[in-house]
């Protein structure tokens, strides 16, 4: 079975600076997908950004970008000018390339955004 | 696109009473999702449709739970003699699948309350 772990429970930036949130994950596959997912007060899980495991190329989606480590199983998520609208709590996921969209999360990071 | 809507947005219920948790999809997508989130924790994965055939249960499913979608459009997930450690966040999400992975969307989840 795959695990993902996230080992940073909280984490602050100063508005206008960069974090990085970490995310390791364990399995056997070769073919898969990560994601970072947000889930803000508001309780709704928004798509941040994904990666293709066969992509060696790192995603990025505006301020959001990843640096994917696949020998390492090793997927971080770095907010450059980070933003109030950021703070929420972040989840790492994995899924299987097996034909549906079943995710593994992590246990989250809640980011504080200090002004 | 409305987005994914689920009802209630809370739920309060006594031990051992039954409740139902609707999860209506983004019109057009033919895959539904249900996940559990405990406080604290990623959403866990318990079911999924492809239309009206539900394709995969997880064993955290356990036999007093039920979910349909009948005629592959909304979805009802039912949960029988509630106990207090079914209290969690239950989220719906939705996807259009066309044979190749596409992104979830998430609803704002129904909050399960069993005192």
């Known amino acids: 079975a795959q695990t993902v772990t996230q080992s940073q429970p909280e984490m602050s930036v100063q508005e206008a600076e960069t974090v990085t949130l970490s995310c390791t994950y364990d399995t056997s596959e070769s073919d898969y997908y990560l994601f970072w997912y947000k889930q803000p007060p508001s309780r709704q899980m928004i798509l941040v950004i994904r990666q293709e495991a066969y992509k060696q190329q790192n995603a990025t989606e505006n301020r959001f970008s990843v640096n994917f480590q696949k020998a390492a199983k090793s997927f971080s998520l770095k907010i450059s000018d980070s933003q109030l609208g950021d703070a929420a709590m972040y989840f790492c996921a994995y899924s299987s390339n097996f034909g549906n969209e079943k995710l593994t999360f992590g246990t989250g990071t809640r980011l504080t955004i200090i002004p | 696109d409305t987005g994914v809507s689920q009802d209630p947005r809370h739920k309060i219920t006594k031990r051992g009473q039954n409740v139902t948790f609707r999860c209506d999809p983004i019109s057009e997508h033919n895959r539904l999702y249900w996940y559990r989130q405990t406080l604290g924790q990623g959403p866990e994965f318990l079911t999924y449709?492809?239309?009206?055939?539900?394709?995969?249960k997880s064993r955290l499913l356990s036999d007093r739970f039920s979910a349909e979608r009948p005629k592959g459009s909304f979805s009802t997930l039912e949960i029988q003699r509630t106990e207090q450690g079914d209290s969690a966040m239950y989220l719906c999400a939705s996807s259009l699948w066309q044979g190749t992975m596409t992104p979830l969307h998430f609803g704002n989840g129904t909050r399960l309350t069993v005192t």
């Open positions: 449709f492809q239309n009206e055939a539900q394709l995969e």
